[in-house]
């Protein structure tokens, strides 16, 4: 497997598996391997889009000692040593869909600044943003909300609840059914993420300005 060969049903269906241990086999030898190779293929284009040299960090779900994932990730981070306290890319999958996202998740420090530099870019971000992009607020949970169906004010409670919550957290990105026929292309699903992560720069753009 040395270029990523697309998801099969197979691959959601992982998630239906019960059990930690028989999860976990299927995920490390059919789902994760797919994700690292994908994300691999990925990194030298987000480092060429953000100027910053991106490694690929595989969800390990080590923590786990009782209740199996509902879904798994590869990210992206311009760190060898780990991605959960940096602005990050990620691509994953849940049982019902695909993500591709930009994320700034709990454990990052620059929660708070991040959060006002939003507030200082709303207008701009709101309409970099395309409208078919989705929003979560916290990456353990498999919905999220479209741009289009936010207002300003609900988007705004998002920034400041990321500002003032501990838990809080930002994600944004695009999700994709899994039987859409984009998955199982490799050269399609490539394009797909790197148009997703073109238009997600931006978002990590502004995490520059954190001072």
């Not at 284009?45 to 509902?70: C, L, Q, W």
């Not at 984009?182 to 520059?208: G, S």
Request: aromatic share 10%; charged share 30%; with cysteine.
């Amino acid at each position: 497997m040395n270029h990523f060969p697309g998801f099969t049903q197979d691959d959601f269906n992982v998630f239906t598996i019960s059990g930690l241990e028989q999860r976990m086999e299927a995920l490390k030898s059919n789902v994760s391997p797919k994700l690292e190779i994908a994300a691999q293929e990925l990194a030298p284009y987000i480092t060429s889009i953000t100027g910053d040299e991106m490694f690929v960090h595989v969800a390990k779900h080590a923590r786990r000692t009782t209740n199996p994932p509902n879904d798994t990730w590869a990210a992206l981070a311009n760190s060898k040593k780990g991605y959960k306290k940096l602005p990050h890319f990620q691509i994953g999958l849940w049982e019902s869909h695909v993500f591709i996202w930009f994320a700034v998740i709990y454990e990052s420090p620059i929660k708070q600044d991040f959060a006002k530099v939003l507030k200082q870019n709303l207008k701009q971000v709101r309409e970099h943003i395309p409208a078919d992009y989705v929003w979560s607020k916290d990456h353990t949970k498999p919905e999220a909300i479209p741009n289009k169906d936010l207002s300003d004010r609900e988007f705004e409670n998002l920034v400041d609840r990321l500002q003032n919550v501990k838990k809080a957290e930002l994600l944004c990105g695009v999700h994709i059914d899994r039987h859409d026929v984009v998955l199982q292309d490799h050269d399609a699903f490539i394009k797909k993420c790197e148009e997703t992560f073109h238009k997600l720069e931006y978002l990590y753009r502004l995490t520059k300005e954190v001072e």
